[in-house]
């Protein structure tokens, strides 16, 4: 069908589907959507004013917290994108979460392992034995906690966290001791995780903070064998850095582990601006990094819906998953690494704001070393006229902001590599192609393009060619001393500049046998009925026919003339209209009464589309006609026939010239 109207002077192209990418068309989905709950702060995150700052939405891409630009401007989704195309995925970042309240973790990456410090610790998936800020009940903390670090991506479930594509989870369940934290932290340590999160806070009075040095040695060691470890500040609106005076001045209270050795304290920041949340713990001195304090969390035994989570054990998982990210764009970094691309890409706060919080996304393009390339490709089919073979063209859009221009590769998983550059024409083998290109940077940075399924069977035998008598219709009648013009139209898509090959033409009368070959025969036929085969058959080896039942009468003494057009000499023709909406071409014929043995007189030109126009159109043997468009300015087909008579008065028309007018490119 694209052949046949390219024919026509119409551009076409092809549209081929490809799978969607849900990464890169920022088209992620978590839970469905639900009803709006109608002021449920619960079920929307609602600001410190009362004020609604977003409705759930099961695509993260509209997440405020999650998003580039904004407010909080972090980037979360900017990162997976870039990291999904670089294949960084694959680099998974292990995270103990020591906590409490795991549940079943339906939304947790999997396989993920459950552990507990001590017997005290109870059943690793049960509910949280310990209490929240203020004395308030969370029995699944640790389940929101995991959602907030590493909930998984675009699994129709859930919620999403940042590290929901890299994160690999050990989940260890704590009780509310000390000495059951400092278990916690060694079997953390010896597990092989590359990050630690800890969203619990103790205030240990200052005249007791000589108890918790043994907690504190193992943060530091934990620090020192190369883990990252997160701690929320806690919840009390409390300045963890405040000091008590006499002659000298000490800190009032240890934060634990907040303030300890090796650790990364996590504050909260507001649901919508990067300022303080009002509970939320602070310190110019030991404060390092904030998070936003509103996050979206699946559901739990508790709620069946998504929901809020909020506050510092909110915070903490949060910027511990944007560290995986960083981690998993380079894995080759150590912890302290990580943490300098952490700190020092990060927003720095001005007028009130936070003193910094993550920017996601260019902690990625830090730890990567650069801007990856962006390539998506396409595959159209094409025709080389003259041959038999499909070929195909294939084109990249390749775009890279820092170390371009990229270098692109394609590869096929049957034909293997297949060239490389923007631009590429070859053909195939036959079967079921996975077509992909590679795009990369002055830099060595690689990104993988999206997959185009292509299925390539005898590609030039589904290019049939199409044929149609046009000079007959069923049931016409002719006598037998008439001359019968025999014409036929069509297209064989293989062949250059489209239209039939004459000597391939091949006609046949079920009564008198073979009649000849050409595109054009002019024959006399005996009485009675005849089926008029054509038979054709393409240079590329496909074949089409087509048919027509006509009458044969016996001779009579004086027949019509025989008309004929002799120019143009071909048929199927194609015009561009002008701008009075006109397509224009020079006609010419002649009729000639074989008893008579006398040319006929001319009597006029017609055209079937007596709907458009006057059909007379000329009344000259030798004139230029013209044909209107359809309504609307649409390409429009004609059939334009000469009529004559002799000098009996027996009048007759020529078989049909078939014209296409199309539109007009003025």
Known sequence: MGAETAITGKPVGINFLTTSDGFQDENLVEAPAFPNPGGDAKHQIINESGALVENWSPNPFNWTYMKSGGNFDIG???????????GAFKNKVKIAVIDGGFGSGEDFP????FNKASFAALDPTGPNENECTGGAVCR????????????QVNNGIGAAGPAGPVGKLLAIRRSADIFNNLQSITLALFSGANIIN???TARVPAILTWAIIPYNLATLRAHGAGKLLFASAGNDGEDINEEDCFIICWESAWWAPAENGGVI???AMKADVPFRRNNSNYGDEELDIWGPGSLWVGRDYDDNLPHVFTATSAASPYVAGVAALIWAANPGLDNEGVERILYETAHQGKSGQVERWPNAYSAVIRALGGTPPQITIGVQPTLQFGSCEMTFDFSANVV????GPPQVTWTSDISGPLGSGNFLTRSLPDGTHHITATAMDGIGLTTSSNEIVLTVANAFKALMPRVEIISLTNHQTFTSNQTVTLEVGGLDPNKALGGLVASNVR???????ELGMGQRIFRTLTPGAHYIYVYYTGICGGTADDFRLIQITEKVLDGPPNMSITTPITNDIVVRANENGEGCLRVAGFGYDEEDHDFATIEWWETNRNDLQWKVLSFDQNTTVCLKLGPNATATTHEIRLRGKDKFGHTAYSAPLRVTVLPGLH
């Open 265 to 267: 304290a996590v504050g």
């Open 400 to 403: 890279d902001p820092d170390n």
């Open 507 to 513: 006609w046949v009368s079920s009564r008198d046998g």
């Open 76 to 86: 979360v989704t900017s990162a997976w994108k870039v990291l999904e195309r670089v």
């Open 110 to 113: 999997t396989p993920y392992e």
């Open 198 to 200: 800890m969203s619990f």
């Open 140 to 151: 699944w903390h640790g389940w929101n906690v995991v959602n907030a670090a590493m909930g």
